[in-house]
C-alpha cells in the first residue's frame, strides 16, 4: 500500500515561487512513477510533471516547462515540484500520484493518490 501526502501549497503572488513536497510511504521511491498532478476551479484534472523512480526520467506539461522542476530525495522518499515565475492560471489544488508504469502517469492516471494542496496565485 502507497500513501501520498502533500504539502507546501499556499498564496504566492505572481512571479514568485513555492515548492511542494509529496511524501511517500510504502515502498521505495524506485518502484514507482510519481507525478503532479492539478485541478482548478471548474476544470478537469490534469498532469503537471512526473519523475520515473528507476531512471528519474522526467516528462513536463508544455504548460510549465521551464517554470516548473521536479526532483526527488530517495533518502526521503519524498518528491518535490519546485515551482518558478507562477502565474494566475496556476491556480489549482496539486495532488501528486503514484503508479508503477510510468506511462501511465504520463497520460494523467495513477493507481495512488494523495488529498491535495492548494495553490493560489494572485496579488
Known amino acids: 500500500q502507497v500513501q501520498l501526502v502533500e504539502s507546501g501549497g499556499g498564496l504566492v503572488q505572481p512571479g514568485g515561487s513555492l515548492r511542494l513536497s509529496c511524501a511517500v510511504s510504502?515502498?521505495?521511491?524506485?518502484?514507482?512513477?510519481i507525478g503532479w498532478f492539478r485541478q482548478a476551479p471548474g476544470k478537469e484534472r490534469e498532469g503537471v510533471s512526473c519523475?520515473?523512480?528507476?531512471?528519474?526520467?522526467?516528462y513536463y506539461a508544455d504548460s510549465v516547462k521551464g517554470r516548473f522542476t521536479i526532483s526527488k530525495d530517495n533518502a526521503k522518499n519524498t518528491v518535490y515540484l519546485q515551482m518558478n515565475s507562477v502565474k494566475p492560471e496556476d491556480t489549482a489544488v496539486y495532488y501528486c500520484?503514484?503508479?508503477?508504469?510510468?506511462?501511465?502517469?504520463?497520460?494523467?492516471?495513477?493507481?495512488?493518490w494523495g488529498k491535495g494542496t492548494l495553490v493560489t496565485v494572485s496579488s
Open positions: 510504502g515502498p521505495p521511491l524506485d518502484y514507482y512513477a
Open positions: 519523475i520515473n523512480g528507476r531512471d528519474d526520467n522526467t
Open positions: 500520484g503514484a503508479d508503477r508504469d510510468y506511462r501511465t502517469v504520463v497520460a494523467g492516471m495513477a493507481d495512488y
